[in-house]
């Protein structure tokens, strides 16, 4: 299996009452998706001081990555002030913390796998940006579309970094946490956030 589409590597589309769910909820899609970027850059700066002393192109990339995901940050606070979007505090999604529960617990596993995971968090990023372009305001709907192409690049990074320096089965963890993200993104979550599932109410 080569780098593959977004759409290729994900096992399932975004549900439509998610995106339902996204028109209703602009301002906690927008502070969710803030917590999102944060976080994204935690990651990679976390993968360069684990992992990225004995892996110095892996650790530029990332160092890149991270730089990438503040400004991304930055943009969407921008956004949420000029809107009139207070930030505050949200809790986690389900989605993270599902897909770290199939981390294999020892090395080098466990990094092939964290770099697998991180891959499929930014596809399925991607592929949020483009189902919602078509039904939110048109600032926002520019503005995902900008991030699009964005995230590409990030999933691609983590795929093909996995394929470089992960083990041999990359292809079999690839599967198996494809059906796991699968799982959380079809099924009902309680509350609605970037990443969640389906809502329940």
């Avoid at 294999?104 to 964290?114: A, I, V, W």
């Avoid at 590409?152 to 990074?157: G, V």
Wanted: aromatic residues 8%; glycine residues 4%.
């Amino acid at each position: 299996m080569t780098v593959a589409s977004v759409h290729s590597l994900l096992a399932c589309p975004t549900p439509k009452a998610w995106v339902k769910a996204a028109v209703r909820h602009l301002d906690i899609l927008l502070t969710d998706h803030a917590n999102c970027e944060k976080k994204a850059a935690a990651t990679a700066m976390n993968l360069m001081f684990r992992y990225g002393e004995r892996l110095p192109d892996l650790q530029d990339a990332l160092s890149k990555l991270a730089r990438e995901e503040l400004r991304h940050f930055e943009q969407v606070t921008r956004i949420m002030r000029r809107r009139g979007v207070a930030y505050k505090p949200l809790t986690a999604a389900r989605y993270a913390e599902g897909l770290r529960r199939h981390l294999r617990k020892h090395e080098p596993q466990r990094f092939t796998d964290l770099l697998v995971i991180g891959a499929f968090i930014e596809a399925r990023s991607c592929e949020r940006f483009e189902v919602l372009v078509p039904v939110l305001p048109e600032d926002l709907a520019e503005f995902y579309r900008g991030l699009h192409a964005a995230e590409a690049r990030h999933f691609q990074l983590y795929l093909g970094a996995a394929r470089r320096y992960g083990t041999e089965g990359v292809d079999e963890r690839v599967k198996a946490i494809a059906a796991a993200e699968a799982e959380l993104i079809r099924s009902e979550d309680e509350v609605f956030r970037f990443h969640s599932g389906v809502p329940s109410a």
